[in-house]
């Protein structure tokens, strides 16, 4: 299993500004992924954060508006750039554990006015 | 491209009935299948995850079944319980992505005292 904590909880942000969450896991880990959880929807997967080298985007997601660093093994950041109100979302950091099972860390929430 | 679709998408039982919710997936050719819960505004909590060689795992008062062949898995809770109250997601790993979970759009559930 995994522990994940992310920081911070929630924030209220002002359109045009931006936000970096972080996500901790208690244990090594090659990928770590972040999704995000629009008001009422499903999650979908933002990037694939790889430690040593560019994360992976998904179909949607750009690097200049999601920029993702991954400094080592147990720790990754995604900022969100540039905010608008579309961005309001849960933000979410996962990871996956040898026997293929996937943890979710509590979740950043996010409200851009 | 796979898709996953749950049913209902709400459900209200009285305390101490047994809860059975439904998960459909339209590819059969998955390595395994999760289930979450959600709470309001908070992260997904890992419930069971099934291999696709499984055709059941249990957990407490907790059992899901897989049936690849046609496409399907349901999750029972017996004797429900108000803390059951949540929004229960299933999901499995896309065949393209490594770590990329499609999910389906969940099934709140509210058990009345």
């Known amino acids: 299993s995994a522990v994940i904590s992310q920081k911070p909880s929630r924030d209220i942000c002002q359109r045009g500004t931006s936000l970096t969450i972080q996500c901790q896991v208690d244990?090594?880990?090659?990928?770590m992924f972040w999704y995000r959880q629009q008001p009422g929807q499903s999650l979908t997967l933002i990037a694939t954060?790889?430690?040593?080298?560019?994360?992976?985007?998904e179909s949607g997601f750009v690097i200049d508006k999601f920029p993702i660093s991954r400094p080592n093994l147990t720790f990754s950041t995604l900022t969100v750039s540039n905010m608008s109100p579309e961005d309001s979302s849960i933000y979410l950091c996962?990871?996956?554990?040898?026997?293929?099972?996937?943890?979710f860390g509590p979740g950043t929430r996010l409200t851009v006015t | 491209k796979q898709e996953v679709t749950q049913i209902p998408a709400a459900l209200s039982v009285p305390e101490g009935e047994n809860l059975v919710l439904n998960c459909s997936f339209t590819?059969?050719?998955?390595?395994?299948l999760q289930w979450f819960r959600q709470d309001p505004g908070k992260g997904l909590t890992s419930l069971l995850l099934?291999?696709?060689?499984?055709r059941e795992q249990t957990s407490g008062r907790l059992n899901a079944s897989l049936d690849k062949s046609s496409g399907r898995s349901t999750l029972y809770i017996a004797a429900s319980q108000p803390g059951d109250s949540a929004t229960y997601l299933c999901?499995?790993?896309?065949?393209?992505?490594?770590?990329?979970?499609?999910f389906g759009a969940g099934t709140q559930v509210v058990v009345t005292p």
């Open positions: 996962s990871v996956r554990d040898r026997e293929d099972e996937q943890y």
């Open positions: 244990s090594q880990v090659t990928m």
């Open positions: 954060a790889n430690q040593g080298s560019e994360a992976t985007y």
């Open positions: 099934i291999q696709s060689s499984q």
């Open positions: 590819d059969s050719a998955i390595y395994n």
């Open positions: 999901a499995v790993p896309t065949l393209d992505s490594w770590g990329k979970l499609q």
